[in-house]
């Protein structure tokens, strides 16, 4: 008798705990006839900033939108740098270029897979205006050197959090060092059940250019004060975020666990994501790196544990990049892109699919 295929993520089971309690908010909000920025949107923007200890929060239509409003609001000159780690997801990058800015690779720390804080300086020139430093996987980057940083080369910082709602580093949420943009993907830990996003500041200027820009470039209807776009979260998926961020703590803190598991159960032959003690990390991610990843992707699929890996390509070898970027070598993100193996760690896994996992992969 075969076991049951250990998925990758069910996004299904992954949300069946919530759904009577969307099923309300859906009946709320279609009883309300208000589908656009009304007091859904207005009540998760409220209840995320206060979670994340920020003073404003705009929602928006999606991650890559929080962070092209960022730099839109910024008003960058046109061609200006801006440093970002070269193994990013690609979104991060299109950001940049979307602004007509120019993107700037710099390698990441091969243990923790963020951003070389050694590595930024060297490539600082008189174009660069502002750092955007990626959490990847669900853990900070090393805030307080990139901070630093920042300040003594007068840089703005921005941080991608797509992957990060909930980690913190020395006690300090991210999205609260720079202007934080977030992703509401229906696959990150506080993800929703479409699009959406979010864009995190104390700067009550800037909160107003965000929620300007989201909306036409409108303060007030039809009158138009700048250039904007169409970006906004619905009050539909702005329901649906709010319950799930009542339930982000459960959903961390079972991440948590599972990465424990994998951190104490695996074999010494899998690079596991290294633990910090200044690091509160949620786990959006678990990785290990081999150097045969491959393989045992495929020897775990043969014994019906689905993985995924995050990412294949680095964004300098990728086909839309040709010409746009600076033609450099990254061998670090290459390294990382041909041997990292994503693990299942969803909200729908229990601790024994876990221990099924480990069990199998120490025999290979």
């Not at 720390?109 to 959490?135: C, F, G, R």
Request: hydrophobic share 35%.
């Amino acid at each position: 008798m075969s076991l049951t295929v250990i998925e990758y993520e069910n996004l299904r089971k992954a949300n069946e705990k919530f759904f009577a309690e969307y099923k309300q908010s859906f009946s709320a909000t279609l009883n309300s006839g208000w589908f656009i920025l009304g007091n859904g949107v207005k009540k998760f923007e409220e209840d995320f900033a206060r979670f994340n200890t920020n003073k404003y929060c705009i929602g928006v239509a999606n991650g890559l939108d929080a962070l092209i409003l960022c730099l839109r609001a910024l008003k960058f000159q046109r061609g200006s740098e801006i440093i970002v780690p070269s193994n990013t997801y690609i979104a991060t990058i299109l950001s940049i270029l979307q602004n007509d800015l120019k993107p700037i690779l710099v390698e990441p720390d091969i243990h923790t897979y963020n951003i070389d804080p050694l590595k930024i300086e060297e490539a600082i020139t008189s174009k660069t205006k502002a750092l955007m430093v990626v959490h990847l996987y669900g853990k900070s980057c090393t805030m307080d050197p990139i901070v630093a940083l920042a300040k003594k080369h007068h840089l703005v910082l921005i941080e991608d959090c797509a992957q990060s709602h909930g980690a913190k580093y020395k006690g300090k949420m991210t999205g609260t060092f720079g202007y934080g943009a977030f992703s509401f993907y229906p696959t990150k830990n506080l993800g929703c059940l479409g699009d959406g996003g979010a864009v995190t500041t104390d700067d009550e200027e800037f909160a107003k250019k965000i929620r300007m820009f989201r909306n036409y470039g409108s303060e007030k209807k039809y009158y138009n004060e700048v250039v904007g776009y169409n970006s906004r979260l619905d009050e539909v998926q702005a329901g649906f975020l709010s319950v799930k961020l009542r339930h982000l703590d459960e959903i961390t803190t079972h991440k948590r666990k599972l990465a424990s598991l994998y951190h104490n159960g695996l074999k010494d032959d899998f690079i596991k994501p290294q633990v910090q003690p200044d690091f509160y990390d949620v786990f959006h991610i678990y990785n290990v790196r081999h150097p045969k990843r491959d393989a045992l992707k495929e020897y775990l699929l043969k014994n019906d544990i689905k993985t995924d890996i995050h990412y294949p390509v680095p964004p300098h070898k990728q086909h839309a990049m040709n010409g746009v970027l600076d033609k450099k070598e990254f061998p670090i993100s290459s390294e990382i892109h041909s041997t990292t193996l994503s693990l299942p760690i969803s909200f729908c896994h229990s601790e024994s699919d876990v221990h099924r996992v480990i069990e199998v992969m120490n025999k290979f």
